[in-house]
């Protein structure tokens, strides 16, 4: 299917003395914030690297809202407008954790409560703490280990939690859990007097005035009137549409909303009230599963607010929050541009250091087996081959050739090599299984 482009018409105009770019009808100096986020956006959706909607603030001042769309037509599921509502994915975590801070001041909820204390029975709740799972250290696995939890409701859920096992002890490390997060949403929906849903409407989204904001199955929906499904490319390099929500998915924490709506609800925040949850000088959080991509950042150090909701999950994610961030504070940034990379030769002495399975811990346990073929390198998982890795340098290798997405081999301090694996703009570590 052959996709057009949004082009975008630029007017130039002399306003005492500067050049200034118009779009939306709105003017913008060529000097200015604004326009360098406009044009790296646009740089970046041309090469079919972006489409959705981006806020950018400057204390309280809206520097950028804008949608960028691969394609013109409005009746495409892709396009996109800043009315769209985005599924916000991992960003209803964010929103978990600032209700536990009103929870803690009502006193309903103290972070050293132990989980038996609201979920009798549970598998070492005699352990575990509410501060556990807000901070991903409760040793609960990433996912749950059945897929089909969709037509689930929040006691089943809470039931199937109780059937993981935990893959370290409470408190030892720290590693990424939705399924924590679910028993979170669950106490406080309880804790609050009624679902997760409807406690952060009650405490967040009417006060707020987000009129745009709420869960994906809440009861009444008469709101939810311009939502944005998720879009993916799958083999071939099409772009396709999920118009449906995925069998992995569960209804508690599933929440969508706008770029005005979301910049609400940061401008609500503060560093004395919520200092428990910021980290470096900002409150931030990020979302996304196949098809859909979120991001919320309130800076309280530089001042300023980033949100972009995606409904296309082929985006550079981690160095599209990098750049904005260095935008925003004026730093020098590199512009997208297209990428045309050239393999080199190895000897195959190199290539066999390489050779092993690794274990992508944060990825849910995602095994990839590497192996030598034709005097390369193959990709396997679950048995089925996945693709071919052709090496830039030593230790640097890439799968596409238009693509910056890389698999770089580490050497760490006993001699052993990992590998950090670039997917859909995020970055994992790989650690070869002995």
Known sequence: MRFLYFIITICFCISCGQVQTKKDGVFIRNDSIAYKADLYLNKLTNLKKFNGVVLLKKGNEILLERTYNLTSDSLSSLYVTRSSQ???????????????VKLVEEGKINLNDKLQKYIPDFPKGDIITINHLATNTSGLPREFSVENTLSLNPNEIVQLATKEELEFEPGAEERYSNVGFQLLYYIIG???GKSYSSFLKSKFF??????KTGGNFDRDLTHLTNYAYGHYLNENKEIMCDSIFLQDEVKMGNLHSTVSDLSLFLQSLDTLTYRT????GKISHAGGTRGKRAYVERDFVDDFTIIFLANYDAIPFQKLVADLQK?????????????????IKLDVSILEKYV?????VDAGHLK?????????LSVYQNGQKAGVLYPET???FFAEFDSDESFEFVKNDMGEYFVLMDFKGARWKGIKVP
């Open 368 to 376: 990839l087996k590497i192996t030598i073929e034709n005097d390369g």
């Open 327 to 343: 935008i925003l504070k004026e730093e020098t940034v590199k512009f997208p541009e297209k990428i045309e990379r050239t393999s």
């Open 356 to 360: 092993g399975e690794y274990d992508f």
């Open 206 to 211: 009417s006060p707020l005035g987000m009129v």
């Open 394 to 396: 030593e230790h640097v």
């Open 277 to 280: 949850i910021v980290h470096k």
């Open 86 to 100: 985005f599924d916000l994915r991992s960003v209803a975590k964010l929103f978990a954790k600032i209700s536990l």
């Open 190 to 192: 309880k804790q609050g």
